[in-house]
């Protein structure tokens, strides 16, 4: 069974009832031709809940690049799921997964840009940062009121170690939300749907 699948629909799926940043059914998401001198690899960062996942699937289909969750590459890599990487080797062992993952997603892109989704994290550790920008890709910051994205997150089923209760929840992210800033473009996407959200993303690459 596909596990990148799985974690896929199950992301999907989060948004589905709360009226926000739910995907609209048969919405079309590639609605016109692209310069396709303008695209450019995408790398979608923010904190959790922030829709990198659901968000990032709709842009690949806008943009017709092939669309990657780093989780997933982390968890095929070591065999893991995220929650026993963090069990059993602590955080400090789920980011040194997480950043060999990303030099190796990053060491592809010459041959094959794509929409790639990092785990809320990954773009606070400075070295991969500088590794983004190192791979010329486009960073972009999706951002939405810490209180919603609580209640994203509450919403759905996905484990996610570090989202403990709502006050370490709310610390963590004011503690990230600076690092998320080095991105080259900030969206928010409080109150939006996925498409519109996708496309506010394609708009800054000069897709608009
Ligand atoms: C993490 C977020 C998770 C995952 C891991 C660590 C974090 O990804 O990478 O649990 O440090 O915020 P999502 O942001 O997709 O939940």
């Known amino acids: 069974m596909n596990k990148l699948n799985n974690r896929t629909r199950r992301v999907e799926n989060r948004?589905?009832?709360?009226?926000?940043?739910?995907?609209?059914?048969?919405?079309?998401?590639?609605?016109?031709?692209?310069?396709?001198?303008?695209?450019?690899t995408v790398v979608l960062v923010g904190f959790m809940g922030a829709g990198k996942t659901t968000v990032?699937?709709?842009?690949?289909?806008?943009?017709?690049?092939?669309?990657?969750d780093l989780d997933d590459r982390i968890h095929h890599r070591e065999g893991k799921?995220?929650?026993?990487?963090?069990?059993?080797?602590?955080?400090?062992?789920?980011?040194?997964?997480?950043?060999?993952?990303?030099?190796?997603?990053l060491g592809e892109l010459g041959s094959s840009l794509r929409v790639v989704a990092l785990g809320g994290g990954a773009f606070v550790e400075p070295g991969n940062a500088a590794l983004i920008?190192?791979?010329?890709?486009?960073?972009?910051?999706l951002d939405a009121p810490v209180e919603e994205l609580?209640?994203?997150?509450?919403?759905?089923?996905?484990?996610?170690?570090?989202?403990?209760n709502p006050e370490q929840f709310r610390v963590l992210y004011e503690k990230r939300r600076r690092s998320?800033?080095?991105?080259?473009?900030?969206?928010?996407?409080?109150?939006?749907d996925v498409d519109t959200v996708?496309?506010?993303?394609?708009?800054?690459?000069g897709l608009g």
């Open 15 to 40: 948004f589905g009832k709360s009226g926000s940043m739910s995907a609209k059914p048969g919405s079309p998401s590639a609605a016109k031709p692209l310069a396709r001198d303008r695209v450019r």
């Open 56 to 68: 990032g699937r709709a842009l690949s289909r806008r943009l017709g690049l092939p669309f990657e």
């Open 81 to 105: 799921t995220i929650e026993r990487i963090f069990r059993e080797s602590g955080e400090a062992g789920f980011r040194k997964a997480e950043t060999a993952a990303l030099r190796e997603l």
């Open 133 to 141: 920008e190192e791979a010329e890709a486009h960073s972009v910051f």
């Open 150 to 164: 609580l209640r994203r997150c509450m919403e759905e089923t996905t484990a996610r170690p570090l989202r403990r």
């Open 180 to 192: 998320y800033m080095r991105a080259a473009v900030r969206i928010e996407t409080g109150g939006k």
């Open 198 to 205: 996708a496309a506010e993303v394609a708009c800054s690459l």
